[in-house]
């Protein structure tokens, strides 16, 4: 991966070339566990601040992205964003994903078609944690609803638990009402690596498109 040009150790900015956003070799070469490097970060909280989120790329999600998705979840989840690929040839499922400037995933999210006939259903939407309220889920969540109305669909539903307010205030103030209450479950990998069965309460809303 190159980030920027290289001159006397420091990376200048891929975006603007201005030394003031240089980043240091070292962080550039600091990978962390989750497998996206402080250069990214740097890299994509600078065009999220000055050009603004919607610069960033909004892509379909492919195979090769997995194995650069660790910061999204555990093994079990993305074994589950596996198999939500391996759906999006039959044309139920999109999954969408934002791109750091070199290509890098850093926020996803799927719409499963197959859940409501009148609705596209978005749903594993995460942001990488030290991107979080830079507009990245805003972004996601609009390009989602293009591609349902694409369809010819009416309405854009998700899900979201008791205990995430936070997503619940982004989803409400991007025009998500309240619509009905129901119980979900899906499998999580317990630290010990046995699978195990999470169920959970959930107020399930919609928009009309
Ligand atoms: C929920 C989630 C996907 C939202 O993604 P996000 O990229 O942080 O979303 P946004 O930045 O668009 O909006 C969230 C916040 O940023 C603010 N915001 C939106 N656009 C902004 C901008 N251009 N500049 C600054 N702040 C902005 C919003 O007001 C909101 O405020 P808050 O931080 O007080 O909550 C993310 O928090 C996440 O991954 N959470 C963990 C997984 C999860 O809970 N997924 C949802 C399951 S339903």
Redesign the pocket.
Known sequence: MVIGCRHMGLIWCPITGCPEQAVKETERVSTRSDGVSDAVISAVRHV??TT??GALMVDDLCPKDLSRLAWSGNPEHLRSVAQALERVALGDVEYLVIRAPYGEPV?K?GIDYTQNDTAGTLWQ?????R???????????AEAEQRIRRRGLPWAM????DD?P??????E?LGYVAWRRQTEAWHYEDDGGALRLYETEVTVLRKRL
Request: net charge positive; aromatic share 2%.
């Open positions: 999220a601040r603004g989120p926020a999210g939407l995460a942001t990488h944690a991107l979080q309220s830079l507009g990245l889920g805003a972004c996601l969540v998700l899900s979201v638990e995430n936070r997503a619940r205030a982004l989803y103030r």
